[in-house]
């Protein structure tokens, strides 16, 4: 069995804050903001996440976190940015078609063709727009930008269940009880926690498990509790 491999905490605290961004939840968004604060991520990072959420989650959810952000004090707005410079706009196909050839690999052209038969503008905008203008930013690394699965496919989690999936990653084919993962959750679920912690692994193998034919990932240990099935490795 492969040693468990541990985000390291200013990393673990910035998808945490990404997750409560795709949510939307003002509360936890806050909460997030202060814990990647205190572990002393960078604002470099929560400006560069931020601005792909713009990408990823849409205006609205991305515009509350940014005035959330800028509520608490933290980093300072930038009296210029290379994103703004629209006739950097060959550059940043040139750089979208390489962070896009990073991130996909060998379904790299696949994913192209796919795209262009569904409009050529759509191809062209997830390129310059989404891989070159904003993902390509040198100001977070690739790896700390998108975490998808093998078919290339971003998985969207709650915040709940992205707590829940770094347990079992941290864990790997040990068995967790209910109480283990609750303290996962950060105590986010305070009196009958069975129930919803069994809730909560049901809606995350829907959405981490390929199919209901395919091998189960989390498996239930009858009495006991619950085990992430796979190896886990850091590439």
Same mark, same amino acid.
């Given at each position: 069995?492969?040693?468990?491999?541990?985000?390291?905490?200013?990393?673990?605290?910035?998808?945490?804050?990404?997750?409560?961004?795709?949510?939307?939840?003002?509360?936890?968004? #806050?909460?997030?903001?202060?814990?990647?604060?205190?572990?002393?991520?960078?604002?470099?990072?929560?400006?560069?996440?931020?601005?792909?959420?713009?990408?990823?989650?849409?205006? *609205?959810?991305?515009?509350?976190?940014?005035?959330?952000?800028?509520?608490?004090?933290?980093?300072?707005? !930038?009296? /210029?940015? *290379?994103?703004?410079?629209?006739?950097?706009?060959?550059?940043?196909? +040139?750089?979208? +078609?390489?962070?896009?050839?990073?991130?996909? =690999?060998?379904?790299?052209?696949? %994913?192209?063709?796919?795209?262009?038969?569904?409009?050529?503008?759509?191809?062209?905008?997830?390129? &310059? +727009?989404?891989?070159?203008?904003?993902? =390509?930013? *040198?100001?977070?690394? %690739?790896?700390?930008? +998108?975490?998808?699965?093998?078919?290339?496919?971003?998985? /969207?989690?709650?915040?709940?269940?992205? /707590?829940?999936?770094?347990?079992?990653?941290?864990? !790997?084919?040990?068995? %967790? &009880?209910?109480?283990?993962?609750? /303290?996962?959750?950060?105590?986010? @679920?305070?009196?009958?926690?069975?129930?919803?912690?069994?809730?909560?692994?049901?809606?995350?193998?829907?959405?981490?498990?390929?199919?209901?034919?395919?091998?189960?990932?989390?498996? &239930?240990?009858? =009495?006991?509790?619950?085990?992430? @099935?796979?190896?886990?490795? #850091?590439?």
């Amino acid at each position: 069995m492969q040693k468990a491999v541990r985000l390291d905490p200013k990393t673990r605290d910035l998808v945490a804050l990404a997750a409560a961004v795709a949510q939307g939840d003002e509360p936890d968004i #806050r909460d997030r903001l202060r814990a990647a604060r205190a572990s002393g991520v960078p604002a470099e990072w929560v400006e560069e996440l931020l601005l792909q959420s713009i990408l990823m989650c849409g205006y *609205p959810r991305a515009l509350i976190a940014f005035g959330l952000w800028r509520s608490q004090g933290w980093g300072t707005v !930038p009296a /210029d940015d *290379p994103g703004t410079r629209y006739e950097d706009h060959p550059l940043w196909a +040139e750089r979208g +078609e390489r962070t896009c050839a990073a991130v996909y =690999g060998d379904n790299y052209r696949r %994913l192209r063709d796919a795209i262009r038969d569904l409009h050529p503008a759509v191809d062209a905008w997830m390129i &310059t +727009e989404g891989y070159g203008r904003t993902m =390509g930013r *040198p100001g977070l690394d %690739l790896m700390r930008r +998108e975490l998808i699965n093998p078919q290339g496919v971003v998985v /969207d989690l709650s915040t709940g269940e992205y /707590d829940m999936l770094l347990t079992f990653l941290e864990a !790997p084919q040990r068995v %967790l &009880t209910r109480e283990q993962l609750l /303290d996962g959750a950060k105590n986010r @679920v305070a009196t009958g926690f069975d129930r919803v912690i069994d809730v909560q692994v049901s809606r995350l193998r829907r959405k981490i498990e390929a199919s209901e034919d395919s091998q189960a990932m989390i498996k &239930t240990i009858r =009495g006991v509790g619950y085990m992430f @099935v796979p190896t886990v490795r #850091r590439e």
